[in-house]
């Protein structure tokens, strides 16, 4: 994470600056609709999604930003993701790629098993993976999307999260479950055993897979950790009465970030726990 950036529901967008240890808001109104996607690629472009549908870009060498939403469709922009190939959003509840040379969106080929979408993946391994509103995941292969291990039993509710990291494939679901997909047998096996912590049982937004603990962020505004078969219940701020997360995320270094519903940003710095509030309160 070479720059912190955070959007919010005001439909603000803001950098963080590490000398100053301030925000700054970036230079731009967007559409007066609440942020919903922030994405940076490997050229350091940033890429803004929002609720009212549009999807607008900063390049690296440009200090001006562009509408790029061309022939998305209109509706709420509700992932932004990419690859060594391709840039993708999730909207209209279909995965769309960037065709750079015609300046236009192409939805990427669907059919009646694979869609609508709820979430989508890039990953620096140049796969494209895609979870359904029925509860399976999908990879992208071969010009077709290929379900991915056996369908997860009794689960008919939408994959809101997917992350694929050091060989390892999770989703996050509706249900407030994590299962873990294991290439040998095929099969998606949930984390958490009967009698062990659980989750809160509402639906996962965020993931962050650091060494062999996975961290997870739900509906509810919790922060858990999957360590040794079971889940824990992470405290993700000095005094956490009444705070409430908002999304979940981590950088190069091994640090966790955590937004609220209060504005606020809290960094926690796994080596130590050692707990830093980032910000006072930002605009919205």
Do not use: C
């Amino acid at each position: 994470l070479g720059q912190l950036y955070v959007g919010t529901d005001r439909g603000f967008a803001y950098s963080f600056d590490s000398k100053t240890n301030k925000w700054n808001k970036l230079k731009h109104e967007f559409d007066n609709s609440s942020i919903f996607a922030l994405y940076s690629d490997d050229q350091n472009n940033l890429y803004v999604g929002t609720q009212g549908g549009h999807l607008y870009l900063k390049s690296n060498k440009s200090n001006t930003w562009q509408d790029i939403t061309f022939n998305l469709g209109g509706k709420s922009v509700w992932s932004i993701t990419g690859n060594k190939n391709n840039l993708y959003v999730l909207s209209n509840d279909l995965v769309h790629y960037y065709d750079k040379n015609k300046s236009q969106w192409r939805t990427y080929p669907t059919n009646k098993d694979a869609v609508p979408f709820s979430s989508v993946l890039g990953d620096s391994d140049n796969n494209l993976y895609a979870g359904s509103i029925d509860g399976k995941t999908w990879k992208f292969q071969s010009a077709k999307w290929v379900e991915v291990g056996k369908s997860i039993s009794n689960l008919n509710s939408p994959i809101w999260s997917i992350l694929h990291k050091n060989n390892k494939l999770f989703v996050g679901a509706e249900n407030g479950e994590v299962y873990q997909y294991n290439s040998q047998d095929n099969i998606w096996h949930q984390l958490g055993k009967s009698g062990l912590a659980k989750l809160d049982g509402s639906r996962v937004w965020n993931m962050v897979l650091e060494g062999n603990n996975l961290y997870v962020h739900t509906d509810a505004g919790k922060i858990f950790k999957y360590q040794s078969g079971k889940w824990q219940n992470m405290n993700y701020a000095p005094h956490e009465s009444g705070v409430t997360a908002w999304s979940l995320n981590s950088d190069s270094n091994g640090n966790l970030y955590v937004g609220t519903r209060d504005g606020v940003i809290y960094r926690i710095q796994l080596k130590s726990l050692n707990i830093s509030e980032l910000t006072t309160k930002t605009e919205g």
